[in-house]
Structure formats: C-alpha cells, structure tokens
C-alpha cells in the first residue's frame, strides 16, 4: 500500500482479555515502531525493529506486552491480560534507515484505539 | 533518560506568526524532529534539524541551538487549519539503534 496501515482501527475488550495489534509498514522500510498515546499525552516509545537486529525492547512497560516482526515487514504488538490502564491509541511508524543518511523520517499509521473495559 | 519540555496549550489570530519552544536534555543527541497531529489523525512530519540554524520550509521554519538544548517551530501567515498539536521528538543513539523521543505536545488553537 501507499502508506502504513494498522488494524483494527478500534478495539474494545473486557479486562483480563488477550489483543493482537497489526502493523503493515510501507513496503521497503527497514525500521518498525510502536508507540504508545493516552488521551491528551504524547508518544510513549514501545518497541523499534530495525532489520535483522536485535528489537530495542525498552519501552515496553510491562511483560505483558511484546512484540514481533515477521520476515522483515509485518508486525505484532500483543497485551496479554489487558488492563483499563491500557486503554490508549496504538501507532505504529515506519522508516527505511540507511546508515549512508543521516536523515530519515517516520511515517506513522493511522492508529488502534484500544479501550479495556 | 530522555526530558522534553514544550508549552502544553497555545493560542494565536489567523495571519499572524506563533513561535512553539522546545528545550530538552538528552545523550546521544542526534537530531530532532516536530511533528504535526491533528486530533484524532497520526503525526505528520514537518521539519528536522541536526545542525545548528534555520531550516526554513514555506511557512514552517524550525531552529536548533544544540548547546542550550533548545529548538522552536516558527509558524507564518497562520490558517485555521494548523490548528494541532505540535510534536517536540528528540532521536538519539542507543548503540546501533536509534530511537525517537517525542514530548507531550503543543496544542494550537487558531482563532479568527
């Protein structure tokens, strides 16, 4: 597709329930993000894929959360458990990072509202 | 860690010009970002800087001054549509990786 797309774009689930969120970054970027936005707040780094590397893990908040990123391109953030305190949106970003650039900028999807009730 | 500091709200006259300040303390800097967020939509990019001075794009221009920490958004001839909230996002360096760190946000309010 033309830009990064993420599903579902809404998601309602009762406490202690399982979701997966998905990710489909722009096809040929190297690098896949997930933040974190509660209501009114800014972006919560979650997790960052880049290539064959290792992900930077250390923004997820709890070992409730992980995520994966399957040949390369799609990815999925799972919360195990949810909890009310992560009802918030979901983005996801993509980029294709070079080390030859010293610049390259992250297109972000739409988002999955998450609201745990 | 990472601390971002920009104004929570702003208002400004649609024509005239608004400045968004941002001061931030990090390592590993290594360029930052502003983003535009209308509500309910994704962040968009608008400008990146990693040297000191003025990048200027239409009627967006953003400074750096590395030294004091310290970038601003500089927004021209405002329309009522760039009424959003504008990102503050730091990237540094974490090994071979890169992260960004975004600040809460500044949310504009064009008025007439």
């Known amino acids: 597709g033309a830009g990064v797309s993420q599903s579902p774009s809404n998601k309602v689930t009762e406490k202690g329930k399982d979701v997966e969120l998905r990710c489909d970054p722009i096809s040929g970027h190297t690098a896949l993000y997930w933040y974190r936005q509660s209501l009114g707040q800014g972006l919560e780094f979650l997790i960052y894929?880049?290539?064959?590397?290792?992900?930077?893990k250390s923004g997820l908040p709890s070992d409730r959360f992980s995520a994966e990123r399957t040949g390369g391109s799609v990815s999925t953030l799972t919360i195990q458990r949810t909890q009310q305190e992560d009802s918030a949106v979901y983005l996801c970003?993509?980029?294709?990072?070079?080390?030859?650039?010293?610049?390259?900028?992250?297109?972000f999807g739409p988002g999955t509202r998450l609201t745990v009730t | 860690g990472q601390n971002i500091d920009q104004p929570t709200e702003m208002t400004a006259t649609e024509g005239a010009i608004v400045q968004i300040n941002c001061t931030y303390q990090?390592?590993?800097?290594?360029?930052l970002f502003w983003y535009q967020q209308h509500a309910g939509e994704a962040p968009t990019f608008l400008s990146y800087?990693?040297?000191?001075g003025l990048e200027e794009k239409g009627r967006f221009s953003s400074f750096l001054s590395r030294s004091k920490g310290y970038s601003y958004l500089l927004l021209k001839e405002l329309q009522m549509k760039d009424s959003a909230s504008y990102l503050c996002a730091v990237r540094t360096n974490t090994g071979t990786a890169s992260k960004l760190t975004f600040g809460t946000g500044t949310r504009l309010q064009v008025t007439l």
């Open positions: 970003a993509s980029s294709f990072e070079d080390r030859g650039r010293s610049f390259y900028e992250q297109y």
């Open positions: 800087n990693v040297l000191d």
């Open positions: 990090t390592s590993g800097f290594n360029g």
């Open positions: 894929f880049q290539g064959n590397s290792a992900p930077d």
